[in-house]
């Protein structure tokens, strides 16, 4: 699976951390942030694919885990460090849970937001993933 852990570089001193995401690190341009909070502990997010976009996912507070499936097999990520985050290319199902108390999960997509985009029904994936 081409799914992987980035380590954003981050420049620390007394005054703490600063963590920079420009150029290369990262596999495509920025189209859009989004952001998500106050997440309940028991919330399930995601459960879906992309046709186009690819992603990368932060925990830029607290933790959860990220499960991701190209089809053929599952892999688990825990998220819980600023400044490490996990590239999703497209076409890959991914849900995310477990929230910690006061999560931040910070995603960096390569597409707007267009419904049309994305696969929701996990049957519909793995037919996509057949053909
Ligand atoms: P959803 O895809 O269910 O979020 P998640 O993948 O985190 O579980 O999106 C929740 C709602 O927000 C849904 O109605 C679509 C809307 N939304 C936007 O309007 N713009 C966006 O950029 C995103 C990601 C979602």
Redesign the pocket.
């Known amino acids: 699976m081409d799914v992987k852990l980035i380590h954003i570089p981050k420049v620390h001193d007394v005054r703490g951390s600063l963590a920079v995401i420009e150029g290369d690190c990262i596999p495509f341009k920025i189209a859009?942030v989004?952001y998500?909070f106050d997440v309940p502990s028991d919330a399930y997010?995601?459960?879906?694919a992309h046709k186009e976009q690819q992603s990368l996912i932060l925990a830029l507070s607290g933790s959860f885990e990220v499960v991701v499936n190209n089809g053929s097999k599952n892999e688990r990520y825990l998220l819980n460090k600023p400044n490490i985050g996990l590239y999703i290319p497209t076409g890959v199902w991914r849900e995310i849970e477990n929230f910690s108390s006061g999560a931040v999960c910070l995603v960096l997509a390569s597409t707007n937001?267009d419904e049309n985009e994305y696969i929701r029904d996990y049957d519909t994936f793995l037919s996509s993933k057949q053909s």
Do not use: A, K, Q, S
């Open positions: 859009r989004y998500l997010r995601g459960g879906h937001y």
